[in-house]
């Protein structure tokens, strides 16, 4: 089977500034991708390239087997995406946005009254957009995403202005479509924590480059053990642990968090 | 079917937004103060006791006197040169508030050819300032009988009902330019300063030669707002056609092709 997302070579430049670099991605099916970087590394420069908003200046984009030049309307009616915040039109209810979208992707009726259940919009349906708090601005946004049941979802930092109630919420519907209906999700964050639990691979973006990807196992294990060596000796530890031929006096393993591998890869502070 | 859908969907937003009704209440408000000014001019007392509103009146009519056909020539210059910069305020807002708006990024990622919501947003902007226009006639009507004016003449006013029609469709043909300064600076501002520096051109060029070759002079021309200036020639048309389908290009390739980094 193809993969969801597969994407070699991406360049983008905006004047001076190379957003992107030589970044080649590989999205399976039925994962859950999550795409971490710091402000400005070039995630969101990397979701509009995929989602066909910027020409990128070099590389191959192809999503769910296809590319978006030989067949966009096709590509994009499998694919349900947002992008960097949550946007609806403010004066028309979230009955009403749902329903123009609904029109604009030829979904069945009954998707609108399916989706404002599944994000716990009911509530809301005849309030507008513009009165709508930023979480279930981002819940409207979510809720066109999913309305016409895509294969792929594309999310731009998805639990931007939802509560601690809401993130698990969300997490949770995520994880349902990935493991329930197969969809894959491809999502960018900031929220180390909640990609960590979400995400069956991870990708570390930095400066436009894709530095680092791990899968959940790695996740989990911590993949880089940390060696702390209490020595007598620390020229003669060096030179034991240089030839490995000497036994240490005392070792303790550290599991290094995402957290902390991020901000190593990404030159924070741990 | 799916050009159909686009273009509810295009109308659905509008029919939401107070700005649609907004600018209906706008228009009337320009004729009631059409017949306002007429009335003044018809009653010398009541301008005297107005004081400056009535010298104001007095220059706005050109010291014509207070008749059916003054009043409908006032109309159509509204029409005309007014109808262009509300014309331009109407595309600015339907093409610029989906980068305002946040939602440019939405509209561009849908299963749907980026060109139809172009070619919807120019058909909905269009109705728009049809109806507006035709507005215009039932609220003249309604104002200068509440005024009391005389010399109606049925044929004068399908006379210039006529005119009116040909100077909105030449106001139409300059505004797609207005559109893609609204689509390529993302917003209504810069559309807006564009629409209100073609008036300035519009002034200057109408009395030049070269007004029946300036897009927006000719417009001028036509309602005669631009005052008397030289006569439009076939070719003035044929500069309107091209600016229209200048305009379109440039704003289907910035929605077609594009980076959209909102």
Redesign the interface.
């Known amino acids: 089977m193809t993969s969801a997302i597969s994407a070699h070579g991406l360049a983008k430049r905006?004047g001076q500034v190379r957003a992107v670099r030589d970044l080649s991605l590989e999205v399976r099916r039925g994962e859950i991708y999550g795409f971490l970087g710091r402000n400005g590394a070039g995630k969101t420069t990397t979701i509009?390239m995929l989602?066909?908003?910027?020409?990128p200046d070099g590389g191959e984009i192809r999503l769910l087997g296809s590319s978006l030049r030989e067949d966009?309307?096709?590509?994009?009616?499998r694919?349900g995406?947002?992008?960097?915040?949550a946007?609806?039109?403010?004066?028309?209810t979230v009955r009403?946005n749902l329903e123009?979208?609904r029109?604009?992707?030829?979904s069945p009726k009954a998707s609108v009254g399916e989706v404002m259940g599944l994000l716990k919009l009911e509530d809301y349906a005849d309030r507008r957009a513009s009165r709508l708090s930023l979480g279930n601005k981002q819940r409207l946004s979510l809720a066109?995403a999913m309305l016409h049941k895509p294969e792929l979802l594309v999310l731009d930092e998805p639990a931007n202005g939802l509560d601690p109630a809401g993130i698990v919420e969300i997490r949770g519907l995520l994880r349902r479509l990935a493991d329930i209906e197969g969809a894959t999700v491809f999502m960018s964050s900031h929220l180390l924590d909640e990609v960590e639990q979400l995400a069956d691979r991870v990708g570390i973006v930095h400066e436009g480059r894709l530095v680092e990807e791990l899968d959940r196992a790695q996740l989990r294990k911590g993949s880089r053990v940390a060696i702390e060596v209490d020595a007598s000796d620390a020229e003669a530890a060096d030179r034991a642990l240089e030839a490995a031929g000497i036994k240490a006096l005392r070792q303790m393993g550290v599991a290094e968090d995402l957290e902390s591998r991020f901000l190593r890869l990404t030159g924070g502070k741990a | 079917m799916i050009f159909l859908n686009v273009l509810y969907v295009e109308f659905a937003k509008l029919r939401r937004s107070k700005v649609t009704w907004l600018s209906f209440l706008v228009y009337a408000v320009m004729i009631a103060m059409a017949g306002f000014f007429m009335w003044i001019i018809k009653n010398p007392g009541a301008a005297e006791s107005l004081g400056l509103l009535g010298q104001k009146a007095d220059l706005t009519l050109g010291g014509k006197s207070p008749t059916w056909p003054t009043f409908l020539g006032l109309i159509f210059e509204m029409a005309g040169m007014g109808g262009m910069i509300f014309l331009a305020f109407i595309v600015a807002y339907v093409f610029g508030r989906e980068y305002v708006e946040g939602t440019a990024k939405t509209m561009l990622t849908l299963p749907t050819p980026r060109a139809y919501f172009v070619l919807a947003k120019f058909v909905v902007t269009g109705l728009w300032f049809a109806l507006l226009t035709a507005w215009l006639l039932p609220l003249g009507l309604v104002a200068g009988r509440l005024v009391g004016l005389s010399g109606f003449d049925p044929a004068l006013l399908r006379g210039l009902s006529a005119k009116t029609l040909v100077s909105s469709l030449l106001a139409f043909s300059a505004c797609p330019l207005v559109a893609w300064i609204a689509v390529e600076t993302r917003g209504y501002f810069a559309a807006l300063g564009y629409a209100i520096f073609t008036l300035v051109l519009a002034s200057v060029f109408g009395h030049t030669g070269w007004g029946p070759w300036i897009p927006w002079s000719i417009i001028g021309l036509y309602s005669g707002m631009a005052g008397t200036g030289p006569a439009l020639v076939a070719g003035s048309y044929a500069v309107l056609a091209a600016t229209f389908a200048l305009g379109l290009g440039l704003t289907l390739r910035h929605e077609v092709l594009a980076d959209n980094v909102q």
Do not use: K, M, Q
């Open positions: 905006f509009r989602l066909g908003l910027i020409r966009r309307a096709g590509v994009l009616s694919i995406c947002f992008v960097e915040s946007a609806s039109y403010p004066n028309l009403e123009l979208h029109r604009l992707t030829r066109r």
